[in-house]
């Protein structure tokens, strides 16, 4: 079956402090996945995606196949990383996208 | 502004009173989607569209319908409400398919009494 699972229902930590949040898959095939994340009172949004390769925001995330984990990681955590962040898979040959259960990250000053 | 509309925003309403959220996007997208958000139970996919006229079933359809007659709207509605469908709920669009980014709307409070 496929599935996203997010083991962490919230993650505190200090600012400037490494940051990392779990995200686990279930698939069968090549995996698309992604981070999204919602901060409050704003819209959920793409945070990024494992085929960008990208650094947003000072997140970086890293598809570990063997492992099948595509962890969330920030060096240094900020006040303003504090948000809610859903991990998210899609299935090709369904084209539906599956959330995890989302992790809330809190950044204390 | 490019953005995805939803209304209402919120909506208390009672068992079995017919209902339709409705969802709007400006950026000419070819996939729809609708989602619920519920505590402990994260983004979960109710029905979604890969273009005008073509809706499948996501995760959790039971009790939902949809419809896509035209490529900026996609309805939702709850023929006959229970209160196991009060939740938050999300439309998204994006670009051809669900690969590309999904476009969020603010979200639709439902309470079914």
């Known amino acids: 079956a496929q599935r996203v699972t997010q083991p962490e229902k919230l993650l505190s930590v200090f600012k400037g402090a490494p940051v990392e949040l779990k995200c686990n898959y279930s698939?069968?095939?090549?995996?698309?996945l992604f981070w999204y994340v919602q901060y409050s009172r704003q819209r959920l949004q793409l945070l990024l995606r494992?085929?960008s390769r990208e650094s947003i925001k000072g997140f970086t995330a890293d598809l570990n196949k063997g492992e099948t984990s595509f962890h969330l990681k920030k060096p240094f955590a900020q006040e303003e990383d504090s948000a809610m962040y859903y991990c998210?898979?899609?299935?090709?040959?369904?084209?539906?996208?599956?959330f995890g259960t989302g992790t809330r990250l809190q950044v204390f000053p | 502004e490019a953005q995805v509309t939803q209304n209402p925003r919120y909506l208390i309403t009672v068992t079995g009173k017919k209902l339709t959220v409705t969802c709007s996007q400006n950026?000419?997208?070819?996939?729809m989607s609708w989602y619920r958000q519920d505590p402990g139970l994260g983004l979960r996919q109710i029905y979604y569209?890969?273009?005008?006229?073509?809706?499948d079933k996501g995760d959790v359809p039971e009790g939902y319908k949809v419809s896509r007659k035209e490529k900026r709207n996609f309805p939702l509605i709850l023929e006959s409400p229970s209160p196991n469908q009060t939740s938050l709920y999300f439309c998204?669009?994006?670009?051809?398919?669900?690969?590309?980014?999904?476009?969020f709307g603010p979200g639709t409070r439902l309470t079914v009494l």
């Open positions: 998204a669009s994006s670009y051809l398919t669900g690969d590309n980014e999904q476009f």
């Open positions: 698939y069968s095939g090549s995996p698309e």
């Open positions: 494992h085929i």
């Open positions: 998210a898979l899609l299935s090709y040959n369904t084209d539906k996208l599956i």
């Open positions: 950026m000419n997208h070819e996939y």
């Open positions: 569209s890969m273009n005008v006229e073509v809706t």
